[in-house]
């Protein structure tokens, strides 16, 4: 028996700072890679509505496929919206949300903060779940949100990425 690969359908994602997300459109290249562009969408994540409506808006039809740059972009989208230049400084002052609807279901996936306050691409990821097909835009907003409660790096929280952890303390 094979199992088949699913099918992406449309790729979105959202970087929460202390107060609010913001949500850059994406681009799918004709070479297959995504680059993100204006117009972004701000929002509170926290609002269900909020995000439910911003996640129906960016999934709910196909990523538009653009001519491949012949560079890459020099500056972040979201850069002026929240004051950073460097990709450091967007990994140290937001948590990325990844949502792809597949033809499976939707995927939801975010990564943890290393001790530095970066994105921790060698641990487990904090999320990495996919929810049926089935599910709504209004669900798909709640789970997500039910995640983000249980953070503990999320910008604004009061972490100490330092703290070593201790059988009591974990």
């Known amino acids: ?26 681009m799918d290249t ?5 680059i993100e562009s204006e117009p972004v969408k701000v929002f509170d994540a926290f609002d269900r509505k ?3 409506d911003a996640l129906e808006g960016a999934l709910s039809r196909p990523n538009t496929v653009i001519p ?11 850069g002026p919206y929240i004051g950073i ?16 609807r597949l ?28 929810l049926p097909p089935e599910t709504t835009y209004e669900q798909l907003a709640a789970a997500i949100i039910e995640h983000l409660k249980s953070r503990r790096d999320l910008p604004g929280s009061t972490v100490d990425f330092n703290q070593p952890k201790t059988a009591k303390g974990a």
Request: net charge negative; no cysteine; glycine share 6%.
């Open 85 to 100: 230049s460097t990709q450091k400084e967007l990994e140290q002052k937001t948590v990325y949300i990844s949502v792809v």
């Open 30 to 34: 004709d070479a297959g890679y995504f």
């Open 103 to 130: 033809d499976t279901g939707f995927r939801i996936e975010s990564l943890r903060k290393a001790s530095d306050g970066t994105a921790d691409r060698q641990g487990s990821k904090a999320i990495d779940t996919v």
């Open 68 to 78: 491949t740059p012949q560079t890459a972009p020099k500056d972040l989208v979201i």
């Open 1 to 26: 028996m094979t199992t088949k690969k699913p099918i992406l359908e449309a790729v979105s994602g959202f970087y929460l700072t202390s107060d609010l997300a913001y949500m850059p459109t994406d």
């Open 50 to 52: 909020a995000l439910a």
